[in-house]
């Protein structure tokens, strides 16, 4: 791997070696290094681009790293990966991609991730995307994210966007069955010219299936940002969805909660709100010796924190 | 030493050009280790005057001076940078910032864990339940006041400005507050200047100032003005608006 290589893997896995446990690297298209544990099991996906990964049932405190990285430009992929989680499993996954445009050609990976969760489990997945490199080329990033939580069963996704991605659509869909539960910390940054959609459809068909749907975001200079979150309370459930977003220079913003009770026991709630870092808050750090600059930034990064 | 030179503060009102005086040529000298307590009735300009000397906002007229330098243009960071500290009447509430993150920043230093815990503990906040809580709108509004006292303290500047630490905490706290700004005094590790509407605050105090209607009304020691501010019977008819101002 060479050093740009290394340094997207540092930034979207906080990697700075070969993990420990199982995991597979992706690199240019490739794969540049996979291992399979007792309990886990990475294999090529039959039929498209992509691997399916099978955790057995009573995996604990495992964890994978699956990350990708592009430093080539010009690259265009599509990746299907599966994930089919046993029941009584407690394990966290490590996804990520990072892309480096050095040159004018447009880069762009889009992943679709599939999760099936079993009953009685917990999933934490984090998913980091980055971009670097002073190319015109667009970096350009679609994840999709699939996910049905079984019976009893708790999925926590973790996503972040924060800096170098020119253009992304995130779709993300959840079904959740009795008793299951979701929660969602999504945060993004766009700057420049960049636009990011992220959508989220949650289906609370269980009885007593819960969802939590948190974005931060932060758009600056002339970038676009939209937000929507729908919540469909089929059956007794608790859902919220917040979408908490500033708004600096030039940059719009679009925010659409939508929630459905097809259910009298459906509790659901929305909120959101946009607008500018508060004059105060940069009045309050300057009194602590910030200047404006520092200030904003200081607000900023503890708001995507 | 901070000195204020005729400082006067107007605002245009309405539509036409007319102004309204906030501050009216208000001067005086904050000595050094000095404890200074400004009260006088609401809306008299005291927090109006509080805001010049942070530099938030600038007086339409007159010098400030701070050892003998004019700060009149300077920004809020060149005043807090050159040792001005402020406590807002109302604390302002971020997300995401921790009160560790607010007490480091401060500080101006990266600080330890229980460096962080002593100056909540010294403003009564049990240290272990607050270091990682958000500022954010989980915390009542005595909690961010005593925050915001730790802020400044932890800052430990040559002049500390509070604008009526104690309104919204409650009773019990209050006592420990009241030590809080009197161990302040005992150490005289600064200036202070502490609006307040509070006996014992006052009672603290080596010098009071009464501003009323844009106006420094009165000044002396605490024997010269405080009877006078506490006794509405024997007070001059020229002052009477301004007591009703003061809580006993």
């Given at each position: 791997m060479d050093n740009v290589q290394k340094e997207l893997l540092k930034q979207i896995?906080?990697?700075?070696?070969?993990?420990?446990?199982a995991y597979n690297i992706r690199t240019n298209g490739k794969t540049e290094a996979r291992n399979s544990t007792e309990h886990i099991e990475i294999v090529p996906k039959e039929g498209s681009d992509g691997i399916v990964i099978k955790i057995k049932a009573g995996t604990k405190n495992e964890s994978i790293h699956i990350p990708v990285v592009l430093s080539e430009a010009g690259l265009k992929e599509t990746v299907y990966n599966d994930f089919y989680i046993g029941d009584n499993c407690d394990v966290t996954i490590i996804a990520g991609c990072g892309i480096h445009c050095g040159t004018d050609d447009s880069s762009e990976h889009d992943g679709i991730h599939t999760f099936f969760i079993g009953k009685n489990s917990k999933v934490k997945y984090v998913e980091k995307h980055y971009g670097s490199g002073d190319g015109k080329g667009q970096r350009i990033m679609n994840p999709e994210t699939i996910v049905e939580v079984g019976e009893n069963s708790y999925m926590e996704m973790d996503t972040a966007q924060?800096?170098?991605?020119d253009s992304t659509i995130r779709k993300t869909t959840v079904k959740l069955d009795k008793n299951a539960s979701v929660k969602v910390m999504e945060r993004l940054m766009t700057h420049g010219e960049q636009r990011a959609e992220s959508r989220f459809v949650v289906d609370l068909?269980?009885?007593n299936s819960g969802a939590n749907i948190i974005s931060r975001s932060v758009a600056k200079d002339n970038s676009y940002q939209l937000f929507q979150s729908v919540l469909n309370g089929n059956e007794k459930c608790s859902g919220h969805t917040e979408c908490d977003a500033i708004i600096v220079g030039n940059a719009k913003i679009s925010s659409i909660p939508e929630i459905t009770a097809n259910n009298s026991d459906a509790a659901l709630i929305h909120e959101a709100a946009i607008g500018k870092i508060a004059g105060e808050q940069i009045i309050k750090l300057m009194t602590l010796g910030l200047t404006e600059e520092e200030a904003e930034e200081q607000i900023i990064s503890g708001f995507l924190k | 030493m901070l000195e204020l030179r005729n400082v006067s503060f107007r605002v245009a009102e309405g539509s036409k050009d007319e102004e309204k005086g906030i501050l009216e040529n208000v001067s005086f000298t904050l000595e050094d280790n000095k404890f200074v307590a400004i009260t006088g009735p609401n809306g008299g300009g005291k927090s109006t005057l509080a805001k010049i000397i942070a530099g938030i906002e600038k007086p339409t007229q007159g010098q400030i001076l701070l050892d003998g330098e004019d700060?009149?243009?300077?920004s809020i960071t060149e005043r807090a940078k050159h040792g001005i500290s402020y406590a807002f009447q109302q604390p302002v509430r971020f997300k995401g910032v921790t009160v560790f993150d607010l007490i480091n920043l401060a500080a101006g230093k990266e600080i330890s864990l229980s460096g962080a815990c002593q100056y909540l503990s010294e403003v009564g906040l049990c240290a272990k339940d607050y270091i990682?809580?958000?500022?954010?709108?989980?915390?009542?509004g005595g909690e961010m006041k005593r925050i915001e006292i730790a802020t400044v303290m932890a800052r430990g500047t040559k002049l500390s400005v509070f604008d009526e630490?104690?309104?919204?905490?409650?009773l019990w706290s209050f006592q420990n507050l009241i030590q809080v700004f009197e161990k302040m005094h005992k150490e005289k590790k600064g200036s202070i200047l502490i609006i307040s509407h509070q006996e014992r605050i006052l009672n603290t105090a080596d010098e009071i100032l009464v501003i009323a209607d844009g106006k420094l009304v009165k000044r002396g020691s605490k024997e010269d003005v405080l009877p006078a501010l506490l006794d509405a019977a024997q007070a001059d008819t020229g002052c009477e608006m301004w007591q009703k101002g003061v809580q006993r």
């Amino acid at each position: 791997m060479d050093n740009v290589q290394k340094e997207l893997l540092k930034q979207i896995a906080g990697l700075h070696e070969i993990p420990v446990g199982a995991y597979n690297i992706r690199t240019n298209g490739k794969t540049e290094a996979r291992n399979s544990t007792e309990h886990i099991e990475i294999v090529p996906k039959e039929g498209s681009d992509g691997i399916v990964i099978k955790i057995k049932a009573g995996t604990k405190n495992e964890s994978i790293h699956i990350p990708v990285v592009l430093s080539e430009a010009g690259l265009k992929e599509t990746v299907y990966n599966d994930f089919y989680i046993g029941d009584n499993c407690d394990v966290t996954i490590i996804a990520g991609c990072g892309i480096h445009c050095g040159t004018d050609d447009s880069s762009e990976h889009d992943g679709i991730h599939t999760f099936f969760i079993g009953k009685n489990s917990k999933v934490k997945y984090v998913e980091k995307h980055y971009g670097s490199g002073d190319g015109k080329g667009q970096r350009i990033m679609n994840p999709e994210t699939i996910v049905e939580v079984g019976e009893n069963s708790y999925m926590e996704m973790d996503t972040a966007q924060i800096k170098g991605v020119d253009s992304t659509i995130r779709k993300t869909t959840v079904k959740l069955d009795k008793n299951a539960s979701v929660k969602v910390m999504e945060r993004l940054m766009t700057h420049g010219e960049q636009r990011a959609e992220s959508r989220f459809v949650v289906d609370l068909n269980g009885e007593n299936s819960g969802a939590n749907i948190i974005s931060r975001s932060v758009a600056k200079d002339n970038s676009y940002q939209l937000f929507q979150s729908v919540l469909n309370g089929n059956e007794k459930c608790s859902g919220h969805t917040e979408c908490d977003a500033i708004i600096v220079g030039n940059a719009k913003i679009s925010s659409i909660p939508e929630i459905t009770a097809n259910n009298s026991d459906a509790a659901l709630i929305h909120e959101a709100a946009i607008g500018k870092i508060a004059g105060e808050q940069i009045i309050k750090l300057m009194t602590l010796g910030l200047t404006e600059e520092e200030a904003e930034e200081q607000i900023i990064s503890g708001f995507l924190k | 030493m901070l000195e204020l030179r005729n400082v006067s503060f107007r605002v245009a009102e309405g539509s036409k050009d007319e102004e309204k005086g906030i501050l009216e040529n208000v001067s005086f000298t904050l000595e050094d280790n000095k404890f200074v307590a400004i009260t006088g009735p609401n809306g008299g300009g005291k927090s109006t005057l509080a805001k010049i000397i942070a530099g938030i906002e600038k007086p339409t007229q007159g010098q400030i001076l701070l050892d003998g330098e004019d700060i009149t243009d300077w920004s809020i960071t060149e005043r807090a940078k050159h040792g001005i500290s402020y406590a807002f009447q109302q604390p302002v509430r971020f997300k995401g910032v921790t009160v560790f993150d607010l007490i480091n920043l401060a500080a101006g230093k990266e600080i330890s864990l229980s460096g962080a815990c002593q100056y909540l503990s010294e403003v009564g906040l049990c240290a272990k339940d607050y270091i990682n809580r958000e500022v954010n709108a989980s915390l009542s509004g005595g909690e961010m006041k005593r925050i915001e006292i730790a802020t400044v303290m932890a800052r430990g500047t040559k002049l500390s400005v509070f604008d009526e630490p104690e309104a919204g905490i409650d009773l019990w706290s209050f006592q420990n507050l009241i030590q809080v700004f009197e161990k302040m005094h005992k150490e005289k590790k600064g200036s202070i200047l502490i609006i307040s509407h509070q006996e014992r605050i006052l009672n603290t105090a080596d010098e009071i100032l009464v501003i009323a209607d844009g106006k420094l009304v009165k000044r002396g020691s605490k024997e010269d003005v405080l009877p006078a501010l506490l006794d509405a019977a024997q007070a001059d008819t020229g002052c009477e608006m301004w007591q009703k101002g003061v809580q006993r």
